[in-house]
């Protein structure tokens, strides 16, 4: 059982057992994790939830690890956290690997939490937007979500933190062809990483190539105009920018647009999660899991139109259920 | 009843009729659609399946006039099926209106269909994804998909088609901010239309800023560059080339290729016509109802975390179905 005081109290430990709870799949372990979620919501929402992006080797373990400790810094606590779709399928986290935190992860303002190694990217992130609300309950003021730029990784992110952060590579055009596509559109705040060394001027004229790009895309949000900051994690430069560019999204919003954000997110993931837990149902249920198989076949091979394999597997599944 | 010969020879009234039966919400209805998409399944799969969207105003409607006129002159049938989520709304069709496309659908060569105005974008789009079939059953050669460039509908009709063009106007930078989230990254081939008068300088510039837009974003197709075709429906200028660059896009990907993404298409649609259903069963299931408002009060308000509303909603449907 966890030990609620010493969670709310911020103790590591706790915490850390919290979220291994949370991402267990034993169904006994389910009932206590639900357990504790519904007795920490009380003590949740008020962090400032940040979800951070980028394709691999624009530097964004460097970049949170120096943001993470400018924000500590200014007295705040910071959670760490990632969804790293790759982990899902070689079993073990690469982002969330520690080490490539070094300073931060030894930070006592700083927790640091490893992807879980799902087997679906919907589970790891189920399990991550419970787990922003455990780090919530736990009293860490700043939640980062970071993920690399695959799959559906980053939308999942940008649907449960308030600010989105793409970052991007110091190159322009067809250098820059690594934006997955409709990224850029998730986007709140831009940031073009490792502007040192050579890739200084680089890195201006990109932040110009998107500046112009953002243009062409439709704002998400009347209000805000994406800023696009140029940094550099390895010289700790343009970090204060950027936080402060965050702080300005939380404040040009204000807290009743934040909220209902938050509020939209809570309902879509609800019913998202009804959506899921109903197919995840249908698909673990032993009186139909024969016929995927064959269903699939017919409907690739187009004998059977995708609907109604569809009805017929559906009524099967509920029939059984009478 | 559907005369099944009538409709394979092509008569549009038993077209039509097909269509409306698979647009009807009837139960009874429901049961002659799908025994119809059964019966009709061997003879699909002949066509190649255009999606065009764009904002309005752009002129899809002439555009589609004109380019269905010179397919047709090329001793083609062509049929155009709209999905129009402000018909939903509004009940009525806008952009099926047929005295937008008055040559057109006098052209013997010809038919098109208005979107049904169903409640939901998602359940237009089950039907307009039958259309399909039933229209290739039919005999026609290329079917055009026409969708304006709201919510989800393009994302929808890129799921259903073999290749998707995205009109656009000529202007460019924040005149180009009506280019929805997106949409620029679900596109083969890029159309700018109205180059005609005085907006022709302009519309030469568009077309630059757009490949240059579509530089940044990663290639749908490691083979396909996306091409930018500069046109006018009104002068009927550069039609002729937007087709060359359809059949370009279907000769570089290759029968094998544009099979495969049908079949990836056709069990993605499976899948989620299975989780729609279980989710429609559950929504219209009078003895969880009356539960659906308090548990998105709960979730919204923070007391409920989204993950157990849900499961307790999954469980108290499937337990009354034992």
Same mark, same amino acid.
């Given at each position: ?6 969670? #709310?109290?911020?103790?590591? #430990? ?7 709870? @949370? *991402? ?5 372990? #389910? ?42 810094? @200014?007295? %705040? ?30 930070? /006592? ?6 992807? /879980?190694? &799902? ?9 991550? &937007? ?44 067809? *250098? ?67 936080? &402060? ?7 040009? @919003?204000? %807290? ?11 309902? &879509? ?18 009186? =139909? ?13 187009? *004998?059977?139109? /995708? ?6 597997? =559906?009524? %099967? ?6």
């Amino acid at each position: 059982m966890i030990d609620i005081d010493a969670l #709310r109290s911020g103790n590591r #430990r706790a915490l850390g057992k919290a979220i291994t709870l @949370l *991402e267990s799949t034993r169904a006994d372990h #389910r009932v206590s994790a639900e357990q504790l979620l519904e007795s920490i919501m009380p003590y949740t929402g008020e962090s400032i939830r940040i979800g951070i992006t980028g394709v691999p080797g624009v530097g964004k373990s460097s970049l949170i690890e120096v943001l993470g400790n400018y924000v500590a810094g @200014l007295g %705040k606590r910071v959670a760490v956290l990632t969804i790293d779709p790759s982990s899902s399928l070689t079993g073990g986290s690469i982002l969330g690997d520690k080490t490539r935190m070094e300073t931060l992860s030894i930070n /006592p303002s700083a927790f640091i939490r490893p992807s /879980p190694s &799902q087997t679906t990217l919907g589970g790891v992130a189920r399990r991550t &937007q419970e787990a922003v609300l455990v780090c919530e309950a736990a009293g860490f003021d700043v939640i980062i979500v970071e993920t690399v730029g695959v799959g559906q990784s980053e939308t999942l992110v940008a649907s449960m933190t308030d600010v989105f952060v793409l970052m991007l590579l110091p190159g322009s055009g067809d *250098e820059l062809q690594g934006i997955k596509r409709g990224i850029m559109e998730l986007a709140d705040i831009a940031v073009i990483n490792k502007a040192d060394g050579e890739l200084k001027g680089k890195a201006t004229r990109a932040a110009a190539d998107i500046k112009h790009a953002l243009q062409l895309i439709q704002p998400r949000l009347a209000q805000w105009r994406v800023p696009v900051e140029v940094t550099s994690a390895l010289e700790n430069r343009g970090i204060d920018e950027v936080w &402060q560019r965050i702080c300005d999204y939380s404040d040009t @919003l204000g %807290k009743a647009a934040l909220l209902e954000r938050r509020q939209v997110q809570s309902r &879509q993931w609800f019913w998202n999660e009804t959506r899921e837990r109903l197919l995840d149902e249908l698909k673990s249920s032993q009186f =139909v899991k024969a016929d995927f198989g064959s269903l699939e076949r017919q409907v690739m091979s187009g *004998e059977l139109p /995708p609907s109604i394999a569809a009805g017929q597997l =559906v009524t %099967k599944f509920l029939e059984q259920k009478k």
